[in-house]
T-cell receptor, first 116, second 109 residues
Framework: DTGVSQDPRHKITKRGQNVTFRCDPISEHNRLYWYRQTLGQGPEFLTY????????KSRLLSDRFSAERPKGSFSTLEIQRTEQGDSAMYLC??????????????FGAGSRLTVL | GQNIDQPTEMTATEGAIVQINCTYQ??????LFWYQQHAGEAPTFLSYNVLDGLEEKGRFSSFLSRSKGYSYLLLKELQMKDSASYLCAVSDSNYQLIWGAGTKLIIKP
C-alpha cells in the first residue's frame, strides 16, 4: 500500500474558476476526511465519510464546497467559484474504525491551492 | 467553545530535551493525539493518550492529565530532523478531532 494519495499536489487558478481535488485513501480504511490548513494553523475540519456516506460537514463550509465518495473508495472535493480566501492546503486523511477508540488518521501529502 | 492551546514556537539545542505543552477545553474527551508536521508535508502520527499517565515511544513520550485538561510531548536527544511543527489534537464527544495551531520547534546546533 502506498498510503494516502492526493492529486494534484499544486493547483493555481483564477478567482471564479472551479477546482477539483482527488484523494485515494488506504484501501482497507473505511473513513475518509477532508481538512483545510493555512500557514501556522492546525487542520480545519471540512467533511467526513464512513464508507460512501457523508456523515458530517463543517458548518463553516459554504455551499461552494462539495465532496463525494462514490462506492466508498476514492473521494473528490470540488470548490466552485473559487475566492482568494480559498487559498490553502487541502489535506485528505483516512482511518480504520478501531475497537479501542484510537482513530489514528493517515494523511496524504495535500493539494496546495492558490487562487489569484 | 472548544479550545486547544499550545505555544506558537519553541527553540532547543541539538542533543537536549524539550517539552511541548498542550491545554484543552473540549465538549467531551475521547483521547488526545500528537502529530508531527514538517514544513510543506502532511502531519504524521506520533502518539495517542486516552488514560492519565505517560506513554513512551523511543525518544518521544506523551503525558496526559484529564483532570487538568493538560498534555505534554517530551522529545529527548534532539536531532536536527526533529525541527517541525507539533500538533496537539483532542477527540471530542463526537469523536471529531479538535486541532491546536501547532508548535513550531526550531533545533539549533
Amino acid at each position: 500500500d502506498t498510503g494516502v494519495s492526493q492529486d494534484p499536489r499544486h493547483k493555481i487558478t483564477k478567482r471564479g474558476q472551479n477546482v477539483t481535488f482527488r484523494c485515494d485513501p488506504i484501501s482497507e480504511h473505511n473513513r475518509l476526511y477532508w481538512y483545510r490548513q493555512t500557514l501556522g494553523q492546525g487542520p480545519e475540519f471540512l467533511t467526513y465519510f464512513q464508507n460512501e456516506a457523508q456523515l458530517e460537514k463543517s458548518r463553516l463550509l459554504s455551499d461552494r464546497f462539495s465532496a463525494e465518495r462514490p462506492k466508498g473508495s476514492f473521494s473528490t472535493l470540488e470548490i466552485q467559484r473559487t475566492e482568494q480566501g480559498d487559498s490553502a492546503m487541502y489535506l485528505c486523511a483516512s482511518s480504520l474504525e478501531g475497537i479501542d477508540g484510537a482513530n489514528v488518521l493517515t494523511f496524504g501529502a495535500g493539494s496546495r491551492l492558490t487562487v489569484l | 467553545g472548544q479550545n486547544i492551546d499550545q505555544p506558537t514556537e519553541m527553540t532547543a539545542t541539538e542533543g537536549a530535551i524539550v517539552q511541548i505543552n498542550c491545554t484543552y477545553q473540549t465538549s467531551g474527551f475521547n483521547g488526545l493525539f500528537w502529530y508531527q508536521q514538517h514544513a510543506g508535508e502532511a502531519p504524521t502520527f506520533l502518539s495517542y493518550n486516552v488514560l492519565d499517565g505517560l506513554e513512551e515511544k523511543g525518544r518521544f513520550s506523551s503525558f496526559l492529565s484529564r483532570s487538568k485538561g493538560y498534555s505534554y510531548l517530551l522529545l529527548k536527544e534532539l536531532q536536527m530532523k526533529d525541527s517541525a511543527s507539533y500538533l496537539c489534537a483532542v477527540s471530542d464527544s463526537n469523536y471529531q478531532l479538535i486541532w491546536g495551531a501547532g508548535t513550531k520547534l526550531i533545533i539549533k546546533p
